[in-house]
């Protein structure tokens, strides 16, 4: 069953560090199994998780600091905002940073997605940055208009990781030399663990809120961080078209 946000009431006690936020701008659309805390940090398990990807993108960044294609050097700043944005909304827990961990996670989402349209002819080079940024921001508001139709946002990532299979499919049928799928297919498999521990905790099939340690959700942030890194290295192999 999907956790009820009556059964956090420091959600609204007025004496907590973001109600005033919430009350502002909402409580978002679904609420993870983290008992809320009552200070500065609302769920620390779900939000320090998020360093994983800030340990990605500085990674990412020593690793192609030295790569002449802005499209390469584009991970690791793609991978500090997905975590620094999933930072800020676990440790608030609001509606507005709900949209600002989208915003953040769109930067992935649309890289990927376009780097696969951009394989296949759809998308031009000299024009993928304009289009991933417009890209970005339009995700973004769908996000707002999705959610105060009262459905369930999430699903937008999800459609997001189906089109990127389906045009990973197409551009490598059109490709006229031998892709190597190892990384990608590594990739897919810390996604889609990290995916079951995410889905476990939303609906409550694996919640303890007082496990502050290894909740469902900080799992699928610190798989889902090396599910980027990865991902990382199927691109490289399409360097040529990004120049």
């Excluded at 991978?79 to 600002?100: D, E, I, M, P, R």
């Excluded at 799928?181 to 498999?189: F, N």
Aim: proline share 4%; net charge positive.
């Amino acid at each position: 069953m999907a956790q009820s946000f009556a059964d956090y009431p420091n959600l609204t006690n007025p004496e907590c560090t973001w109600t005033p936020l919430r009350e502002w701008g909402g409580l978002p659309n679904v609420k993870w199994c983290e008992e809320t805390l009552c200070g500065v940090i609302a769920e620390p398990a779900n939000t320090w998780s998020n360093l994983a990807y800030l340990v990605i993108a500085a990674g990412l960044f020593f690793y192609t600091r030295k790569d002449q294609s802005r499209t390469l050097r584009f991970w690791a700043p793609a991978a500090f905002w997905v975590g620094t944005t999933s930072f800020a909304y676990h440790a608030t827990v609001a509606f507005v940073t709900q949209v600002l961990d989208f915003w953040g996670m769109y930067f992935f989402f649309g890289l990927v997605l376009l780097l696969n349209l951009l394989r296949l002819g759809v998308v031009k080079a000299d024009a993928f940055f304009k289009t991933l940024y417009v890209t970005i921001f339009a995700l973004t508001a769908l996000t707002v208009a999705v959610a105060k139709m009262h459905l369930p946002v999430q699903g937008i990532v999800g459609l997001l990781i189906v089109l990127t299979l389906l045009t990973e499919v197409l551009a490598t049928r059109a490709s006229k030399v031998k892709v190597d799928h190892r990384a990608l297919g590594a990739s897919l498999v810390f996604i889609a663990v990290a995916a079951a521990f995410s889905a476990s905790d939303a609906s409550g099939a694996r919640c303890d809120p007082k496990d502050h340690l290894f909740p469902g959700h900080a799992i699928w942030h610190v798989l889902g961080s090396v599910s980027l890194g990865l991902a990382h290295f199927h691109y490289r192999q399409f360097v040529a078209l990004f120049r």
